[in-house]
């Protein structure tokens, strides 16, 4: 069984918010209570991504993009990313423990490395 098939309305709507995080120029899209955090999309991204294993998430583009609407929008309560956008995600919930992160291919393998 899927996690589609347990939730598929839930499941809908992150893909729905992560197609428009990857439209957005920021490549970070806000709806109600919800941040959708794209993931590798640029060049510059996959410089980015080579700093994940060393703990380097926070000096991300997509970190400080994320950070930005995030501090502008209090009433977000789950944040929702793909890939590098899926790490940026957790390490938001390490700095505000009140968030919800839900994760789609995040690279979890170095964060639990760092973070045990």
Same mark, same amino acid.
Do not use: W
């Given at each position: 069984?899927?996690?589609?098939?347990?939730?598929?309305?839930?499941?809908?709507?992150?893909?729905?918010?992560?197609?428009?995080?990857?439209?957005?120029?920021?490549?970070?899209?806000?709806?109600?209570?919800?941040?959708? *955090?794209? =993931?590798? @999309?640029?060049? +510059?991204? !996959?410089?980015?991504? #080579?700093?994940?294993?060393?703990?380097?998430?926070?000096?991300?583009?997509?970190?400080?993009?994320?950070?930005?609407?995030?501090?502008?929008?209090?009433?977000?309560?789950? *944040?929702? =990313?793909? @890939?590098?956008? +899926?790490? !940026?995600?957790?390490? #938001?919930?390490?700095?505000?423990?009140?968030?919800?992160?839900?994760?789609?291919?995040?690279?979890?393998?170095?964060?639990?490395?760092?973070?045990?």
């Amino acid at each position: 069984m899927s996690s589609a098939e347990l939730d598929p309305a839930e499941q809908l709507a992150d893909r729905v918010g992560l197609d428009r995080a990857y439209a957005d120029p920021n490549k970070v899209y806000m709806e109600g209570d919800s941040m959708y *955090v794209a =993931g590798t @999309s640029s060049f +510059g991204d !996959v410089l980015d991504d #080579l700093g994940l294993p060393f703990g380097l998430t926070r000096g991300t583009q997509r970190y400080i993009d994320a950070e930005r609407v995030l501090q502008s929008n209090p009433n977000i309560r789950r *944040v929702v =990313g793909h @890939s590098l956008g +899926g790490a !940026v995600s957790l390490e #938001l919930q390490r700095a505000r423990p009140d968030l919800e992160p839900r994760t789609h291919g995040a690279p979890v393998v170095y964060i639990c490395l760092l973070y045990p």
